[in-house]
Nanobody, 113 residues
Framework: QVQLVESGGGLVNTGGSLRLSCTAS????????INWVRQAPEKGFEWVST???????NYADYVKGRFTVSRNNAENTLYLQMENLQPEDTAVYYC???????RGQGTQVTVSS
């Protein structure tokens, strides 16, 4: 059974930092491209970042230069380091296999102004 469990969210002030984690199980993690997506209150899912199986990364323009995605295949874990957080980054953050919908509960990130 495919599982992706997000953690590391919290409440920070504008300009603060957080590091999110996504722990995977039930599939061969190292061979899959994984996305971070987010959902703000009363909005749809919004793509944030992608890391492919070979480590290639991509970012949405609105997080580029502030967020860094990485993966540890030995630990089946994906990370999202978020710097200089802004109120508009407030959302529930999810990780998901490319082409799949988020399956976990997500982790809440709240940035106060």
């Amino acid at each position: 059974q495919v599982q992706l469990v997000e953690s590391g969210g919290g409440l920070v002030n504008t300009g603060g930092s957080l590091r999110l984690s996504c722990t995977a199980s039930g599939f061969n993690f190292r061979f899959y491209t994984i996305n971070w997506v987010r959902q703000a209150p009363e909005k749809g899912f919004e793509w944030v970042s992608t890391v492919s199986s070979d480590g290639t990364t991509n970012y949405a323009d609105y997080v580029k230069g502030r967020f860094t995605v990485s993966r540890n295949n030995a630990e089946n874990t994906l990370y999202l380091q978020m710097e200089n957080l802004q109120p508009e980054d407030t959302a529930v953050y999810y990780c998901a296999k490319a082409g799949d919908v988020p399956r976990g509960q997500g982790t809440q990130v709240t940035v106060s102004s």
